[in-house]
């Protein structure tokens, strides 16, 4: 079993938030760490290397992580972080959904999701790191998890958390042993999820049913920004792009085929309620390129062209 160790004792006070941060994102990935005194901070971390997924504990002063659009726009593989408390409370923000874990609980995070991640006194943390491919391999959408406590004082999530503790302190060489436990563990962590999935299904439309409401909200009132984009629609909801076209692709329609049809429709609406605008200026105002190519797209949408529309009788 590969064991890498990292401690802050060593390392001189002014840089000691630089060292960590740096430690912090090769052991997970990219965040961007907040201190409460960074001179004053104190921590340690242990990796451990189990085949396909990595056990870790840390313990340090506060801390705040956060994990930026930024971060996440050259990622190539989804991970998960699920993470345990074991002294205080820490609290959670990613898609919308803001939960606090105490200690007899977890969490999972979602690696390819903007997250803020924090706690106000000093903490040890267990934390699991597993590929999405790795856990998907088990357990049906491991995405519908995140953001969530899952209550670990009883039962399976016992079971799963108790694992996790015993297996920091375990003596054990690379190889075999390590990568049948790490195989193990994650099997008790789909047999904990797919518990936990009762009536979860109803949450789960529920809480992406908000999140495209919002997206739609943004998009209307955008409607004349040249910039609105997916990339913008995604900043302004705190949410990633992958997540937002997701959302969408639950419509059956690209954000890039909603923003252009709501532009088409909006720009209907002004043709008649403002006749002194010319069709040049309302196809510019809309972000379309030029007027032919808004007369195309308004008579593949609606059956007329623009100028008929506007001359049209029953108007």
Not at 53 to 60: F, M, Q
Not at 280 to 285: H, K, M
Request: proline share 5%; hydrophobic share 35%; with cysteine.
């Amino acid at each position: 079993m590969e064991i890498v160790a990292h401690n802050t004792t060593q390392i001189l006070p002014n840089q000691r938030s630089a060292h960590w941060t740096r430690v912090i994102g090769e052991t997970y990935f990219p965040l961007q760490l907040t201190f409460r005194d960074a001179a004053a901070f104190s921590g340690t971390l242990e990796k451990r290397q189990m085949g396909n997924v990595s056990l870790s504990r840390l313990a340090t002063e506060p801390l705040q992580y956060e994990r930026r659009p930024t971060h996440i726009s050259h990622t190539r593989e989804e991970e998960y972080l699920i993470t345990v408390p074991r002294l205080s409370p820490v609290e959670f923000k990613q898609m919308g959904r803001e939960v606090r874990c105490d200690p007899g609980g977890f969490i999972i995070e979602r690696g390819d999701e903007p997250y803020r991640f924090s706690y106000d006194t000093a903490n040890e943390l267990s934390v699991l790191k597993i590929s999405k491919k790795s856990l998907a391999e088990k357990v049906r959408d491991p995405d519908r998890f995140c953001a969530r406590t899952i209550d670990s004082r009883s039962g399976l999530p016992s079971l799963f958390t108790s694992m996790m503790h015993q297996l920091h302190s375990l003596p054990l060489s690379a190889g075999r042993a390590a990568d049948i436990l790490g195989r193990q563990i994650v099997d008790v962590l789909a047999l904990v999820l797919d518990e936990s999935a009762t009536d979860d299904h109803q949450v789960r439309t529920s809480v992406r049913a908000g999140h495209l409401r919002r997206a739609e909200q943004v998009i209307r009132k955008h409607l004349s920004n040249p910039t609105l984009s997916p990339e913008f629609v995604a900043e302004a909801c705190g949410i990633s792009k992958r997540y937002l076209h997701e959302l969408f692709g639950d419509t059956n329609q690209t954000v890039s085929q909603f923003i252009r049809d709501e532009r088409l429709i909006a720009a209907k609406e002004l043709i008649l309620s403002s006749p002194a605008l010319s069709m040049a200026e309302i196809s510019y105002r809309f972000g379309f390129c030029d007027q032919a190519q808004f007369s195309r797209l308004f008579k593949a949408k609606f059956g007329v062209a623009p100028s008929e529309w506007r001359r049209s009788p029953t108007n």
